[in-house]
């Protein structure tokens, strides 16, 4: 076997969980299809393939109006759990042990969906993937943040009936001109309620975004983050603090947030003692699920071998919020395929 091929076995046999994934960017186009026939709805394109063809994307507003047309599609309880079962079919064959699924319910209320029906579908095939495919997973609840604080508290409370179904909130969708402290006062919410806290910030944001998201909402993990080498300073504090990055590298090439792979700057996050981890965020409309992510990475970074696999997967595993009990099990489950690989 070439090198290539025992760190390709490597990556798919190592534990790894998924940070940064937007259950409703798992959508398919051979799903959306699907759904849209079993529910009656129109859709604008005539085929899969046109679908498909439509994502090129040159920025996150041109994506995200792309994927909120997909979400369309979405009406019952069944469609959010066949959406999310599929997702875990997929992630348990990448060698994924522990999923937090994103999920917008301000997508689908706007659409007169109830949230019940978001959760309960979600929910269910959650705990379909933990018996039938042994992946444990958890909910984060995303506000999107183009819309009003005050909509996103009326979220939260549509929410709080199902609370034992999320372990935390996150903030999500066009982020240039909706800066982290919009959210200061549902977030401080959120976290007297107990929730976890992360944000996205950093993916064409500014690094005072990443710094507002820590200071004023006092989130414990920055979902992309990768503009923070625009600030050494910032960078210095991340490395300190080990505050986790969950960063998307096929999501960032497609979104033009980086021209090409080998010009991404996860090599200098890592090399700077970041707490990187790999995810996927919306990968039926990027390119690739998170081995392939991880794959893709270790093509356009030369350097990066055996030791940046194991960093990255352990990474992914101790910035989980699975308990640490749980997490102590699949860190030892890590260690032994990283000694016997
Ligand atoms: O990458 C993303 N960034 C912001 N919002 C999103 N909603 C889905 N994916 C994304
Ligand atoms: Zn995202």
Redo the contacts with the bound molecule.
Sequence with gaps: MTDRTVLSKLLRALPKAEL?L?IEGTLEPELIFQLAQRNGIALSYPSVEALRAAYAFTDLQSFLDVYYAGASVLIHAQDFEDMAYAYFERAAADGIVHAEL?FDPQTHTERGVAMVTVIEGLTRAGARAQQELGISSALILCFLRHLSEDAAFETLEQALPYRQHFIGVGL?SSERGHPPEKFARVFARCRELGLHLVA?AGEEGPPAYIETALDLLKVERI??GVRCTDSPALVQRLAREQIPLTV?PL?NVKLCVFPQMSEHNLPALLAAGLKVTLNS??PAYFGGYLLRNYEACFEAFPQWGRAEAIQLARNSLEASFAAPEQKAGWLQHLEAVAAGA
């Design positions: 940064h937007h994103f999500d996205h979902d992309h998307c999501s965020d919306d």
